[in-house]
């Protein structure tokens, strides 16, 4: 019996690590659910592919407990990402704003596009073309050729 | 003949693209503080916690900030040059001790050889760090006469960073008015 607990002691261990998280769940579901959403839009910047919500960098969760903290301070998501912004600058954001320097990574995708389209139809049109002219027979083509047609017949008989 | 120029084109565009991400380091995220004013905040002083210091108390000077932890590894790189900084008495140059247990960063100085710092604070959870941005430590404000941020370096100084860049901007910003 003694030894059935220890497992499942043993087997609930890593739920403690979870413990400090589901704490402020606990206290608070819908604050929370508000602050992971918004952590979702926020890059780590030490961990750099990784969302604020999903990392567990020293730093990324202090700047979740500044999400939390502000949240419950009554502050508009805007408000807060603005205030990452200012100490961050736009790299926080993992949605970058339109602007000058992000034009063409907006576009970008857009514009490849357009161009392998292009290229595409130039393509094909000259292969068309180009099929074309090689069954296009002038009128002299035709009538030589009916004539050795005809000849051929005639010599078979 | 254009069929092969157009691949070798796009190619060569792509490889351009390429070459220039390669000399740019992905972990120096450009700081939005260049031009701004230093945050201000108010922190208790290593050496003596009564005592409280703030940006606004060094107007009128050329400082840098330096944001540092005994247990970070890469500050151990620039100590060297920080103490040889401080010894010539290039600029002031005031320590943020960022996240770290206040006995540690003691016992750290003294094993690094010396304390550069005129004055050392104490950001105990980090906070003032986060509204300066701070997300690499060491990191190194340079701050003019008037309290605005005019350079900042990410990562350690090192010596070529000190005589092409820092030296030059202290000497000129301490012509400044």
């Known amino acids: 019996m003694r030894r059935v607990a220890g497992l499942i002691f043993c087997l609930l261990l890593p739920m403690a690590s979870l413990a400090k998280e589901a704490q402020f769940m606990a206290l608070d579901p819908e604050l929370e659910e508000r602050a992971n959403a918004l952590s979702s839009e926020l890059r780590c910047l030490v961990c750099q592919n990784q969302t604020i919500a999903d990392s567990n960098a020293p730093l990324a969760k202090d700047l979740k407990q500044q999400v939390r903290e502000q949240l419950k301070a009554g502050r508009t998501n805007d408000e807060i990402v603005d205030y990452m912004v200012q100490r961050y600058g736009d790299f926080v954001l993992y949605r970058p704003p339109v602007k000058a320097t992000t034009i063409l990574l907006w576009t970008g995708p857009a514009l490849l596009l357009l161009g392998g389209g292009i290229l595409l139809f130039v393509s094909m049109r000259s292969r068309i073309a180009r099929s074309n002219a090689t069954s296009e027979l002038s009128v002299e083509d035709i009538s030589r050729a009916e004539r050795l047609l005809q000849s051929e017949q005639e010599g078979k008989a | 003949m254009l069929k092969w120029y157009i691949p070798l084109g796009i190619f060569l565009i792509l490889a351009i693209f390429l070459g220039i ?157």
């Open chain 2, 21 to 177: 991400g390669l000399t740019k380091d992905p972990r120096e995220i450009p700081t939005p503080f260049i031009g701004k004013p230093a945050p201000t905040f108010k922190l208790s002083q290593l050496d003596d916690f009564q005592k409280t210091f703030s940006p606004e108390d060094m107007k009128g000077k050329v400082w840098m900030l330096n944001v540092w932890a005994s247990w970070c590894v890469a500050c151990r790189a620039e100590h060297p040059l920080l103490l040889e900084m401080a010894r010539r008495g290039d600029l002031n140059i005031y320590g943020l001790n960022y996240k770290d247990q206040p006995t540690d960063a003691k016992n750290w100085l003294a094993q690094q050889g010396g304390n550069p710092y005129g004055l050392i604070v104490v950001d105990f959870d980090g906070r003032v760090g986060i509204d300066y941005g701070v997300y690499g430590v060491p990191e190194t404000f340079v701050i003019d006469k008037q309290g605005t941020i005019r350079h900042k370096v990410i990562g350690p100084i090192t010596r070529e960073e000190l005589t092409t860049k820092l030296l030059p901007l202290i000497k000129q910003l301490e012509q400044q008015g």
